[in-house]
């Protein structure tokens, strides 16, 4: 699974409508508004990289409100939880 995280400057007046419409698109498993110097951060989850194309260019940077965006495409996750104890949920 490729992962990016989609950096996006949105019209202030359209964040809300800007994130639904954007965590409404495939490919898209997350959308955070968010203080600082962008607007949105958009998780975007893909099996190809050739997807990513389809799903930031061809989706997200046309939805209305979207600005400008910039990509940035993860390599490994690290985490302090413990994955397991996701499986376990309910066994008790």
């Given at each position: 699974?490729?992962?990016?995280?989609?950096?996006?400057?949105?019209?202030?007046?359209?964040?809300?409508?800007?994130?639904?419409?954007?965590?409404?698109?495939?490919?898209?498993?997350?959308?955070?508004?968010?203080?600082?110097?962008?607007d949105?951060?958009a998780?975007?989850?893909?099996?190809?990289?050739?997807?990513?194309?389809?799903?930031?260019?061809?989706?997200?940077?046309?939805?209305?409100?979207?600005?400008?965006?910039?990509?940035?495409?993860?390599?490994?996750?690290?985490?302090?939880?413990?994955d397991?104890s996701?499986?376990?949920?309910?066994?008790d």
């Amino acid at each position: 699974m490729i992962t990016a995280f989609v950096m996006v400057h949105a019209d202030a007046d359209r964040i809300p409508e800007t994130a639904q419409a954007i965590a409404d698109l495939e490919g898209v498993a997350e959308v955070y508004s968010c203080a600082g110097d962008v607007d949105l951060v958009a998780v975007v989850r893909v099996r190809e990289h050739e997807q990513l194309a389809d799903v930031i260019a061809g989706g997200l940077s046309k939805v209305p409100g979207v600005q400008s965006t910039s990509t940035h495409i993860a390599f490994r996750s690290y985490s302090a939880r413990d994955d397991a104890s996701a499986f376990s949920v309910g066994l008790d």
